[in-house]
């Protein structure tokens, strides 16, 4: 669960669009842990790198709520995978929002993108169904 902050509203009362985001990306950052892939970006010059993301608003969110940000990836290609989210209101009850996002395997060192290492895509697999 994150918690809304004060400091997230804007000026019309509700959480400003760009946090939306941030949610994202802490529940990206979630999933990656889960994958150790950060662990895998330490030794290795590839890693993941965000290529695009977008959201779709449903709800305005207030302070205060309680919010349950989820993330899970709903297409592996040969590079790449599709990461989709969704921001569940606690005080309205109901998904505030849902975002996706297309993550790249990027080599760092080449600056270039670099095929989906066969282990990150087994341990999607295996946390997609439920291992």
């Known amino acids: ?39 895998f970006l330490a030794r290795d010059p590839l ?13 305005p969110v207030k302070y205060p709520d309680r919010l349950t940000v989820g993330a899970r990836v709903a297409r592996v290609e040969a590079d790449r995978f599709l990461m989709l989210y969704a921001v569940f209101s606690h005080a309205m009850g109901r998904v505030a929002a849902e975002g996706e996002g297309t993550i790249v395997c990027y080599d760092y060192r080449n600056s ?10 087994l341990r999607i697999a ?5 291992r």
Do not use: Q
């Open 1 to 39: 669960d994150i918690p809304v902050a004060w400091g997230e509203m804007d000026a019309y009362g509700h959480v400003n669009n760009i946090v939306y985001f941030r949610y994202f990306e802490t529940a990206r950052m979630a999933y990656f842990d889960r994958l150790e892939a950060t662990g």
């Open 47 to 59: 890693g993941p790198i965000l290529a695009s993301t977008r959201c779709r608003f449903r709800a």
């Open 112 to 121: 270039c993108k670099a095929p989906l290492p066969e282990g990150i895509k």
């Open 126 to 130: 295996a946390i997609e169904n439920g």
